[in-house]
């Protein structure tokens, strides 16, 4: 009876190995990426939501790999992005690379590139604002110049199936250069957002204090290392106007927020200047409260930092 148990439980396990082997070869010669979020609290799907913010990764990692160059990793960067673009437009992209590449790699260029805004259009469109600091000269011993410029791009996505070089499942179907001008167009006083997708603001500061009278209304989630990230994302009940004010240590920075179906917002930086200086008390300097950063730092190296 005992030899009969272990011979069933031998060729179970048998089995089970083979089936895992058999599995584990499929996915390495077919990879797939399925990309899930689940609420936990809830326990459903935010299929639009993690659609939003995947469009909204996705263009910003391929518009920073786009403009972001140098005359030695030219040809590499710009090719590799031919798997996130449709056919045509990766064979014209190859082109146009293939016919700058000599003389972009005699000289001494640098692009390095910020996104300033992004936003989704009413025709499903997308528009992207970014700022580009080029350094150049004729010839690598040659002084370089420096300039500027403020490119305004419109682009068009499709999906596809998710691999492992675009597990975002999308694929640039159109791309255009619009504008482009040394100095940029100031950013408007109101954020157009959209129920239910997420928009997201980039501060030049870390927020130590945000004053949200929408709750219930207005989900943020918040990223911090030297800056902050702020992720909103309007729900229902929310007014078609609604404000909040967000206050780093020396700065505080008020937005209004409206409602919008036509144009919506998905990424601001928010530049310095657009924050009001707090003003600090007179007279006698009173004793500053610890926050959370001089806890950390007490904390993490073991010492006493003074008010």
Request: glycine share 4%.
């Amino acid at each position: 009876m005992r030899v009969k148990i272990l011979s069933a439980l031998l060729l179970i396990t048998f089995l089970w190995a083979s089936f895992v082997s058999y599995k584990y070869w499929q996915i390495k010669n077919n990879p797939r990426v399925v990309a899930i979020t689940m609420d936990a609290a809830k326990g459903v799907l935010q299929n639009t939501q993690v659609g939003e913010m995947e469009k909204l990764t996705f263009l910003r990692q391929f518009l920073d790999r786009y403009y972001n160059y140098d005359s030695n990793n030219f040809w590499q960067s710009q090719t590799s992005l031919t798997s996130l673009m449709v056919g045509p437009l990766a064979d014209s992209r190859v082109r146009e690379v293939s016919r700058l590449r000599e003389k972009i790699q005699q000289k001494n260029l640098s692009h390095l590139s910020r996104l300033v805004s992004l936003q989704r259009l009413k025709d499903g469109r997308y528009k992207a604002t970014t700022h580009l600091q080029i350094t150049e000269a004729a010839a690598k011993n040659d002084e370089a110049t420096k300039s500027q410029l403020y490119i305004t791009t419109i682009l068009k996505l499709q999906s596809t199936e998710r691999t492992l070089e675009n597990p975002w499942g999308l694929l640039v179907s159109d791309m255009k250069i619009e504008n482009s001008a040394t100095q940029n167009s100031a950013l408007p006083a109101v954020i157009q957002v959209s129920k239910g997708n997420p928009a997201v603001l980039l501060f030049p500061c870390a927020i130590e204090n945000i004053d949200n009278s929408f709750e219930k209304n207005l989900n943020m989630k918040i990223t911090t290392l030297n800056v902050s990230e702020l992720q909103l994302t309007p729900q229902e009940g929310l007014p078609e106007q609604a404000t909040f004010s967000a206050t780093c240590r020396d700065e505080e920075y008020k937005f209004e927020l409206r409602v919008s179906s036509d144009l919506q917002d998905l990424y601001v930086s928010i530049p310095k200047e657009m924050g009001v200086i707090r003003k600090k008390d007179s007279g006698a300097a009173k004793p500053r409260k610890k926050d959370v950063y001089d806890k950390t730092i007490e904390n993490v190296l073991g010492i006493q930092l003074e008010n």
